[in-house]
């Protein structure tokens, strides 16, 4: 049984660029190569992003809502970081 599949894409010129320096330059063997890789890192990023929100993000806001006290403004933030209230120049 046959594990890849081949596919038609149609980039746009400024990323077929890229994809094709990257091979003239020896960085990756063929454009499939290329798009591989740039699959992995968005898989990667995904997976990045879905840990931070099970395990940062998810408990967090059910802390909030356990306890609202302890939220902060946005002014005390802005105020702690310096920074102008909104409409402030």
């Avoid at 990756?28 to 990667?44: F, H, K, M, P």
């Avoid at 840990?51 to 946005?74: E, K, T």
Wanted: glycine share 4%; charged share 30%.
């Amino acid at each position: 049984m046959r594990t890849t599949q081949q596919l038609s894409i149609t980039l746009p010129n400024d990323m077929a660029d890229i994809v094709k320096s990257k091979v003239r330059t020896g960085e990756y063997a063929s454009e499939s190569e290329v798009i591989r890789d740039g699959l992995r890192v968005l898989l990667a990023r995904d997976r990045a992003v879905e840990n931070w929100l099970v395990n940062q993000v998810a408990p967090a806001y059910d802390a909030m809502q356990a306890d609202p006290s302890r939220a902060v403004s946005a002014d005390k933030i802005r105020k702690r970081l310096g920074l102008p209230f909104v409409g402030e120049e």
